[in-house]
Nanobody, 123 residues
């Protein structure tokens, strides 16, 4: 049974940086599509960054050029480096193990979810 344990997050001023981490445990994660989701007040959870089993990355338009998703080897930790944070980035962030796939599928389903971590950006 897989488990995702998140750390990082917190409060930062606009223009600042944070790094989120997601410890990946309990199963063989090689070949998995992993992703970061964000949920802001009044909105549904949405995927903002993903990395496929082949290492291909994809970003939601609002975070392109500012956020970077990565994994260490041997794929035991997932990261989200967030630079030039803005007030609209405020929300709960979740890591997810979506599926075994070279390229992450569309949609927002996932087999495993982290517990979430709050990011607050003050302007």
């Amino acid at each position: 049974q897989g488990q995702l344990v998140q750390s990082g997050g917190g409060s930062v001023e606009a223009g600042g940086s944070l790094r989120l981490s997601c410890s990946i445990r309990g199963t063989n994660w090689v070949g998995w599509c992993m992703a970061w989701f964000r949920q802001t007040p009044g909105k549904e959870r949405e995927e903002i960054a993903s990395i496929g089993g082949n290492g291909a990355t994809n970003y939601e338009d609002s975070v392109k050029g500012r956020f970077t998703i990565s994994q260490d080897n041997p794929k035991v930790t997932l990261y989200l480096q967030m630079n030039n944070l803005q007030a609209e980035d405020t929300g709960m962030y979740y890591c997810a193990g979506r599926a075994i796939a070279d390229y992450c599928p569309g949609g927002s389903t996932a087999k495993y979810w982290g517990g979430g971590t709050q990011v607050t950006v003050s302007s």
